[in-house]
């Protein structure tokens, strides 16, 4: 979950910061309720504190988007850290820890969750020093928020407070208050021998001077132990050069350095503590100069190195077992360990980050089962024995990336159809249920808040919606969704993170506290129901110098800042305990709406009854003896030596001294636990001075351990209401006057007494919207009789009165009976409302892959209702009921096409029949562009596209002809098309199928006059021939370079044949300004001659000499597109026709074909594109035995040419050889 503190400015020659780390059970955060606490959990925290120059207190988080927490810098990056684990159960309980949550992805997205074992319960604080600037490459980066706003600008209105010393690079103006308490400061100096002054030590980490960051754990407990790993981080190196581990056994008094003991050259970079055991510790060198973990069992005193083979990014402790942990390595393979980390083995590779979680004790069946979510599948596996066999698939079918989140006893996946996603949950492990959120929700983005009591509260932003949310909650199920409050205030982090105005109150079940946006102004609502019924606070009737405030409701109110601190004991703008119930402190304003200027102080001792001022500046309030006493420090960019404390609910406050010289603060480490007596702050003298630690303790200023008769009664109550929640809550709370210690053996004393049900304990139950009057009527889109859909199932079902009563609400009697639904037999109906889908919600398949097809009945008797499903293929099948195929029916398709697959629910009462059209696809694997080489200007020619495999099911076409930015799109592969232009044209196919585009591109020159010849080669050639496509290029070069002797290259075209024996064809062109346009019938006999004579020959290697021949004696002009024939000229077309006729019968009768054209079927399947020469051979699929005949013929023949493909193309699957028909 993500805490945020406000940067205070820090001086520039102070530019320190402080992160604090204990382990809280958190996973990545993507979304976060102001704080939202989880009443009966708490494991250890992580904690951070930031001082840094030139920038605000921002959001600052116990950990990054990958369940890892950061170093934040002055340059506004961040520096991640490896994540650490916790469990649920610790004893130290955290009453203000924000809820973890996680989006339900609908693109980058998903349900965000609250991992429950991701810190560990000790407490570690991360500082850091000035200097720090950049983030870490390759580090997981923390989401957070950080305030924007310049020097002079007043506070962001949602940023937080911390302690410590800022002033920007750019110089802040110091306010007045500010320099009243630097005289103020002067004039205790002078008489401190009157001042309260606490006891105190100090001691500095000499040569650490330069560590620009630390890490600290105080186990707490009854242990007086405390480690401390400093370390200097260089930003433009991007690691850790330097690092230093001290070691203190006395809370904190002095401190050893332990260099020796783990190896003086060893850089350390991160810090661990197991959840289960304190005493085990475990130590991650820095990657960059070794990968390896220091682990020790006796807290720190003694350490033991062991070697990695790979980078950890985040571990999760497992909730019982303290040496089972996993690893999240940053080759995206999770990794187990059952030695705490003495030996690691693989669990599964590409593991989707921070998607993996340790199994629930009294929901899942094994206790080392782990959920992951691997390649868009939700998967469980065997901690030791993750084997396809082993694995289970509790979801049928893809969800979509990121998305899947464990939390509690539910599950939560998201599958996206038709552009909406589609939210699945599970609980108790139970088949996954679409999540129903009212009808016209329509939800653009989605975040599960809580799970706690057996309900689920989830965010939603709606369609209509900006920067608001609205709250949802469930009933025990998760399924059923109903409004609890409209438009509450979001902000994004700089990683587009989502925090929501929602603080839920330590110590009181039931209570919140919410930003609502509400006419442009943002107002402060309290709620003590759950969410029920909400209203504004009523402001203080005096200010803190006793003046009379005129605020009247609704027109004026109470708003508060809803940001909580990483820091349990470092408060935030709001801070509430478990062990104090009813003190609030938080910081606010007073007005119309929620400003950010004029903050104040104010704190409640009635849960929010009636509430005071206790400063007119922000300061940082923390819980000392479980509530007992309140310490208060000031933020200010100045050093200081005094802090306030309060015996009486912040009635009163003392000032007293805890240093002799004033300090710059960056930060406070408090004992873990509730009962602290103990701190340490966290300072420097100067800029350049070593780590300044200063233990107080406030033992001292006791007088006493408290008894019984120190105690009073608290009735709890909501403007004088006392029944909420269906009970009357009495609370034992310390006298305001009783200055004693509460100590480690008080517990919170709580008398409570059930009150009789009112319609105040019931919320409207789905379906159902709340009116003026307070009553619940169904909504417009809702029929009642559809809440009978469990009849499908049961023989039963509950038959809604509109109400449902409030979860965790302990009212009895009353009106019960009245309000609560009532069970009845299901009506005898005919079957209405049937839905079939695929259970991943898509309409395509692939060939020979397993389609689950999912039937739902809305109404009907499903006992007695048959199904039967067709699937469009000739098989059909028939089931006795609705139940019988409630996880699915399965069916494998084994041809290619369109099925029209229908499913029929039939009982004696009538039937209801519904279609789902699917297609059936197979992977398109290449296409192949069939063109000429050259073609004749204005004449139609062919151009297909051939698939392979040819039937894929189906595609589109989308053609581009030369510079034609508009493309022609058709549903066949073949388009016929004319060339007006002579030169080269470039012709481009696309196919689109499925979810693959595939493309070839040729290039044909286009003349109005040429002549074509076939030619061979002597028989060595085919003995280098691979007959690939970049070969046959190569050789069509040398060919027309061994050829051009004789002529202008410009007229020659030449291109190598795919197949065997190898062939090529050259083209004439005219030479315009000799010829007039038409080929000169001289230079091609020049060229026959040189050839006949084996005159044209060239080198393929040495010692390889190749002939180059003509395959054909005669050179008739081949096109001549004139109008003006002479005699000569039609008698040689006489002359090919009686040829042609001669051809058709030797190919008809000896299946031999001596023509010259084959190639325009048969082109290379890849782009080609000739540098020289400016027509590129193609390539095609290797031939078959008729082109071999073809090649072999001699006999002359002068043809016309024929511009459209020859034959067809044929492929398959197989890829075979092609057919001539």
Not at 266 to 284: E, F, W
Not at 438 to 447: I, Q, V
Not at 1090 to 1115: C, D, E, K, M, W
């Amino acid at each position: 979950m993500e805490r945020g503190i406000r940067y205070c400015r820090v001086n520039a020659f102070c530019t320190l910061l402080l992160i604090l780390f204990a382990w809280v059970p958190v996973t990545k955060t993507v979304i976060t309720c102001r704080s939202c606490h989880l009443l009966d959990k708490w494991s250890g925290r992580e904690l951070l504190v930031r001082m840094d120059s030139g920038v605000d207190f921002g959001k600052v988080g116990d950990k990054n988007g990958d369940g890892s927490t950061a170093l934040f810098n002055s340059a506004g990056a961040e520096t991640g850290q490896p994540d650490c684990g916790a469990t649920d159960n610790c004893e130290h309980a955290h009453s203000v820890r924000k809820r973890n949550t996680d989006r339900l992805r609908s693109e980058k997205m998903p349900l965000d969750d609250k991992r429950k074992s991701m810190r560990s319960y000790g407490k570690v604080y991360s500082l850091k020093r000035p200097g720090s600037q950049g983030s870490a490459p390759g580090e997981p980066h923390h989401r957070v928020r950080r305030s924007t706003q310049g020097p002079g600008s007043p506070p962001s209105a949602r940023s937080l407070p911390a302690f410590g010393n800022s002033t920007g690079r750019s110089a802040r103006r110091v306010p007045r208050s500010d320099l009243r308490w630097n005289r103020e400061e002067r004039r205790t100096a002078t008489s401190r021998q009157e001042e309260l002054k606490l006891t105190s030590s100090t001691f500095a980490l000499t040569g650490d001077s330069a560590h620009n960051q630390a890490m600290v754990h105080w186990s707490g407990q009854n242990s007086s132990v405390i480690l401390m790993l400093t370390k200097l981080y260089d930003f433009n190196l991007g690691s850790v050069t330097e690092s230093s581990l001290w070691r203190s056994t006395d809370y904190g008094t002095t401190y050893e350095k332990l260099n020796e003991k783990v190896g003086v050259k060893t850089i350390l970079s991160y810090l661990y503590v197991s959840p289960n055991n304190k005493r085990k510790i475990m130590l991650l060198t820095d990657p960059e100069v070794e990968s390896s973990l220091l682990i020790s069992s006796d807290e720190g005193a003694t350490y033991q190195k062991y070697r990695l083979n790979f980078y950890i990014l985040s571990l999760l402790f497992h909730p019982e077992q303290e040496d089972w942990i996993l690893a999240y390595g940053h080759d995206q393979k999770l990794y187990s360990s059952v030695e705490f980390g003495r030996r690691w083995q693989l669990v599964h590779e590409r593991v989707a980050p921070n998607r993996f979680y340790w199994s629930k004790l009294g929901l899942d069946k094994e206790p080392g089962l782990i959920h992951l979510e691997t390649k868009a599948l939700y998967v469980t596996c065997k901690l030791q024995n993750c084997t396809d066999a082993n694995k289970g698939k509790p979801f049928p079918g893809y969800i979509d990336p990121n998305s899947l989140v464990v939390q509690d006893e539910y599950v939560f996946v998201q599958v996206s159809t038709g552009g909406r996603p589609i939210y699945y949950v599970s609980s108790r492990r139970d088949v996954f249920t679409p999540m129903k959120l009212p009808k016209y929700t329509l939800p653009k983005d989605l975040h599960v808040i809580s799970t706690d009591e057996n309900r689920v509260v989830a965010a939603v932003q709606e369609w209509n919606q900006n920067d608001t949310y609205n709250l949802y909650v469930s009933e025990a199920g998760g399924i059923y969704y109903t409004l609890a409050l409209e438009n509450v205030m979001s902000s994004m982090g700089p990683e587009g993170n989502v925090m929501i105005d929602l603080y839920e109150v330590a110590g009181i079940k039931g209570m919140f506290l919410a930003n609502k946006k509400q006419n442009n102004e943002v107002k402060t609502y309290i709620t003590y129901n759950k969410g029920r019924d909400w209203r504004l606070l009523q402001a203080p009737s005096a200010d803190l110098r006793g003046n009379r405030i005129h605020c009247m409701l609704p027109y004026c109110s109470l708003h508060l800042h809803l940001q909580v601190s990483a820091n349990p004991y470092t408060s935030g703008n709001i801070a509430s305990r478990e062990s104090a119930p009813g003190i609030i402190v938080a910081s606010g304003s007073i007005g119309a709406e929620l400003t950010s200027s004029n903050v104040s102080m104010f704190i409640t001792s009635d849960a929010g009854n009636t509430w005071r001022q206790i400063f007119d500046e922000e300061y940082s309030v923390l819980y000392l003896d479980q509530g007992g006493a309140l310490v208060a420090i000031r933020h200010t960019p100045l050093p200081i030596r005094h802090l306030w404390l309060s015996f009486d609910e912040g009635r009163v406050w003392n000032k007293y001294s805890f240093t002799s010289s004033p300090l710059f603060v960056d930060g406070v480490l408090g004992e873990p636990g509730e009962e602290t007596l103990i701190m340490t702050i966290f300072g420097h003298v100067s800029h350049r001075s070593e780590w300044q630690l200063v233990k107080i303790d406030f033992r001292s200023i006791f007088n006493r351990r408290c008894i019984e008769s120190d105690y009073v009664p608290w009735d709890l109550h909501d403007q004088g209401e006392r029944c909420l929640m269906g009970v009357k809550r009495v609370y034992r709370k310390l006298k305001p006057i009783a200055r004693c210690v509460m100590g480690k053996t008080y517990s919170v004393t709580m008398i409570s007494e059930p009150c009789d049900c009112t319609e105040s304990d019931f919320e409207c139950d789905y379906g159902f919207e709340r009116r003026a009057d307070g009553k619940c009527t169904p909504a417009f889109w809702f029929l009642p009789s559809s809440m009978s859909r469990t009849c499908t199932t049961e023989h039963t079902f509950l038959n809604s009165t509109g109400y449902r009563k409030v979860v965790s609400n302990n009212c009895t009697r009353g009106v019960m009976e009245q309000f609560t639904a009532r069970r009845q037999p299901c009506p005898s109906r005919a079957p209405r409302g049937l839905h079939l889908v695929t259970s991943e919600g898509k309409l395509t398949a692939t060939t020979a892959s397993n389609v689950t097809f999912l039937v739902f009945l809305e109404e009907g008797d499903g006992s007695k209702t048959s199904i039967t499903v067709d699937f469009g293929d000739g098989n059909a099948f028939t089931y006795s009921n609705v139940s019988s195929i409630e996880d699915g029916i399965k069916h494998i398709y084994k041809n290619v096409g369109i099925y029209r697959v229908s499913a029929t629910a039939e009982n004696t009462l009538g039937s209801e029949t519904v279609l789902l059209f699917l297609h059936i696809t197979c992977q398109l694997e290449s296409i192949h562009l069939s063109a000429p080489f050259v073609a004749v200007k204005n004449k139609e020619v062919n151009l297909t596209a051939v698939l392979s495999p040819s039937q894929v099911g189906t595609v589109t076409y989308i053609w581009w002809f030369g510079n034609n930015s508009e493309p022609v799109i058709t549903l066949e592969g073949s388009v016929a098309f004319t060339f007006s232009r002579e030169g080269i044209s470039v012709v481009t196919v696309q196919v689109s199928g499925g979810n693959t585009i595939l493309q070839d591109r040729k290039t044909v020159a286009v003349h109005e006059y040429f002549r074509s010849h076939l030619l061979a080669f002597s028989s060595n050639l085919d003995d280098h021939n691979p007959d690939v496509a970049e070969w046959r290029l190569d050789v069509s070069r040398v060919i027309k370079t061994s050829m051009v002797q004789v002529m202008n290259p410009e007229q020659l075209l030449v291109t190598v044949l795919p197949g065997l024996p190898t062939a090529a064809e050259f083209f004439l062109l005219p030479d315009k300004q000799l010829t007039e346009g038409k080929p000169d019938k001289t230079l091609s006999e020049l060229v026959l001659s040189a050839l006949n004579q084996n005159l044209v020959q060239f080198t393929l290697r040495p010692g390889v000499q190749i002939t180059v021949y003509a395959a054909h004696l005669s050179a008739a002009p081949l096109v001549d597109t004139s109008e003006n024939h002479s005699g000569s000229a039609m008698l040689m077309l006489l002359s090919v026709v009686v040829v042609g006729l001669a051809v058709f019968l030797i190919y008809k009768f000896k299946r031999k074909i001596p023509g010259l054209h084959v190639y325009a079927a048969m082109q290379d399947e890849k782009e080609q594109e000739m540098i020289q020469s400016p027509v590129s051979p193609t390539d095609s699929t290797p031939s078959c035995s008729s082109q071999r005949e073809l090649l072999t013929s001699l006999e002359p023949l002068d043809t016309e040419p024929n511009t459209q493909t020859i034959g067809e193309y044929h492929t398959d699957s197989k890829k075979e050889c092609t057919s001539l028909d």
